[in-house]
């Protein structure tokens, strides 16, 4: 039987459902996250890949028609984050999606069409004991070049990342921490520091510590609406009985210390937004956060915490060098993905739209900036 392309017409709980039986589930190809980014002016394009009633492959196409004036006004651009889903490994379904995507590139008069799949290249930091290649991904990516896609220079997301296997017990993830993490975990209890949920009364407080974490730590964030918006969402899922996010608030005697939003999604949890203010940092308030955040995943049953941001590439000077060593500290896997590649339909107009575009999202992001310093570095968010 063959399997055939075709717009997806049910609702978001139907589509949660039926991505959630593909390979590799994603948060960011969730209806819920399509929904946000709508408010935002993107449309949603679901398409399914069927083989008889059996979904094969999904993928949630968002569209952003481009404003240019009169010249450009047919022009749009498409972005599939965290996808498609899809067994990669199977050469004739993936070589069918990437036609049926490059043909739909053409019909949505996409100045280029920009997907960045899970598709995993390699395990741990490479040089180091233990890491190791997947050759089903570089493979992929060859296949990508030679059909003319190009590694984006506007990585949206993080391409490499850490997960923690959750299926391990409590005594199994403590053990596999480095020291001085389960030191400074146990130095939080003692000295006070609580962990709580936090409510929605709460979000003010939250984007607060946010913005004065940006301004800190030297990347640049969106207006607090949008923050909202998201929360908001996957506070309250539609159709869902539980919520696919929740914040917790690190206090020391009844004041916020640190905070951080936790997604799930599939079984996957994952930390989009952290949050700490530099009161009581030698109280080690993040390290009973993450630590208390993993026992609140499992307990929801998820089985993978993804820590959301890994260095591109893994050297002291990288950006992410010292959110790395953190994240490394709490025992989980590099994982080094394929990243985003773009298919390009008017070439010239790619080149002149991606040598604007980080300076123009760096001026809309800077404009709603906590106490903005034009020294400041910019770093992409990473969603």
Same mark, same amino acid.
Request: net charge positive; charged share 25%.
């Given at each position: 039987?063959?399997?055939?392309?075709q717009p997806f017409r049910g609702d978001g709980?139907?589509?949660?459902?039926?991505?959630?039986?593909?390979?590799?589930?994603?948060?960011?190809?969730? $209806?819920?996250?399509?929904?946000?980014?709508?408010?935002?002016?993107?449309?949603?394009?679901?398409?399914?890949?069927?083989?008889?009633?059996?979904?094969?492959?999904?993928?949630?196409?968002?569209?952003?028609?481009?404003?240019?004036?009169? +010249?450009?006004?047919?022009?749009?651009?498409?972005?599939?984050?965290?996808?498609?889903?899809?067994?990669?490994?199977?050469?004739?379904?993936?070589?069918?999606?990437?036609?049926?995507?490059?043909?739909?590139?053409?019909?949505?008069?996409a100045l280029f069409l920009k997907i960045d799949?899970?598709?995993?290249? @390699?395990?741990?930091?490479?040089?180091? !004991?233990?890491?190791?290649?997947?050759?089903?991904?570089?493979?992929?990516?060859?296949?990508?070049?030679?059909?003319?896609?190009? +590694?984006?220079?506007?990585?949206?997301?993080?391409?490499?990342?850490?997960?923690?296997?959750?299926?391990?017990?409590?005594?199994?993830?403590?053990?596999?921490?480095?020291?001085?993490?389960?030191?400074?975990?146990?130095?939080?209890?003692?000295?006070?520091?609580?962990?709580?949920?936090?409510?929605?009364?709460?979000?003010?407080?939250?984007?607060?510590?946010?913005?004065?974490?940006?301004?800190?730590?030297?990347?640049?964030?969106?207006?607090?609406?949008?923050?909202?918006?998201?929360?908001?969402? +996957?506070?309250?899922?539609?159709?869902?009985?539980?919520?696919?996010?929740?914040?917790?608030?690190?206090?020391?005697?009844?004041?916020?210390?640190?905070?951080?939003?936790?997604?799930? +999604?599939?079984?996957?949890?994952?930390?989009?937004?952290?949050?700490?203010?530099?009161?009581?940092?030698?109280?080690?308030?993040?390290?009973?956060?993450?630590?208390?955040?993993?026992?609140?995943?499992?307990?929801?049953?998820?089985?993978?915490?993804?820590? $959301?941001?890994?260095?591109?590439?893994?050297? !002291?000077?990288?950006?992410?060098?010292?959110?790395?060593?953190?994240?490394? @500290?709490?025992? @989980?896997?590099?994982?080094?993905?394929?990243?985003?590649?773009?298919?390009?339909?008017?070439?010239?107009?790619?080149?002149?739209?991606?040598?604007?575009?980080?300076?123009?999202?760096? $001026?809309?992001?800077?404009?709603?900036?906590?106490?903005a310093s034009e020294t400041r570095k910019e770093?992409?968010?990473?969603?």
């Open positions: 039987m063959s399997v055939s392309m709980q139907e589509w949660d459902r039926l991505i959630q039986r593909l390979p590799a589930p994603h948060l960011l190809q969730s $209806w819920e996250w399509a929904s946000v980014k709508e408010q935002y002016g993107w449309e949603k394009r679901p398409m399914l890949w069927m083989e008889g009633d059996t979904p094969r492959a999904a993928a949630m196409l968002l569209r952003k028609p481009l404003r240019w004036g009169g +010249f450009a006004a047919r022009l749009s651009l498409v972005y599939l984050p965290k996808g498609p889903l899809l067994d990669w490994e199977d050469v004739s379904l993936r070589q069918q999606v990437l036609d049926d995507l490059q043909r739909l590139a053409h019909r949505f008069g799949p899970d598709v995993i290249l @390699g395990y741990g930091v490479p040089g180091r !004991e233990g890491a190791r290649e997947e050759a089903t991904g570089w493979a992929i990516a060859g296949e990508l070049e030679r059909r003319g896609w190009r +590694f984006s220079p506007e990585q949206v997301q993080f391409r490499n990342t850490v997960w923690v296997d959750l299926r391990l017990e409590e005594a199994q993830l403590l053990a596999q921490m480095k020291q001085k993490t389960r030191y400074n975990i146990r130095l939080a209890e003692r000295k006070g520091v609580y962990v709580r949920l936090a409510t929605p009364a709460d979000w003010p407080l939250l984007y607060e510590m946010y913005a004065e974490t940006a301004e800190r730590d030297g990347f640049i964030i969106r207006e607090r609406e949008y923050y909202y918006r998201v929360w908001e969402r +996957f506070s309250h899922p539609e159709g869902e009985a539980a919520p696919r996010a929740e914040a917790l608030i690190a206090e020391v005697e009844g004041e916020a210390v640190a905070g951080l939003f936790l997604f799930s +999604f599939a079984g996957r949890a994952y930390y989009l937004y952290g949050m700490s203010r530099a009161l009581h940092r030698e109280k080690m308030p993040t390290y009973l956060l993450q630590w208390e955040a993993m026992r609140r995943a499992r307990a929801q049953g998820c089985t993978m915490y993804d820590l $959301w941001g890994a260095p591109d590439e893994f050297q !002291e000077g990288d950006r992410l060098w010292g959110v790395f060593r953190f994240k490394e @500290g709490l025992g @989980g896997l590099v994982v080094r993905t394929l990243g985003a590649w773009d298919y390009t339909i008017w070439p010239f107009g790619y080149r002149l739209f991606t040598s604007w575009l980080p300076r123009w999202r760096a $001026w809309q992001r800077r404009r709603y900036s906590y106490g770093v992409r968010e990473g969603v």
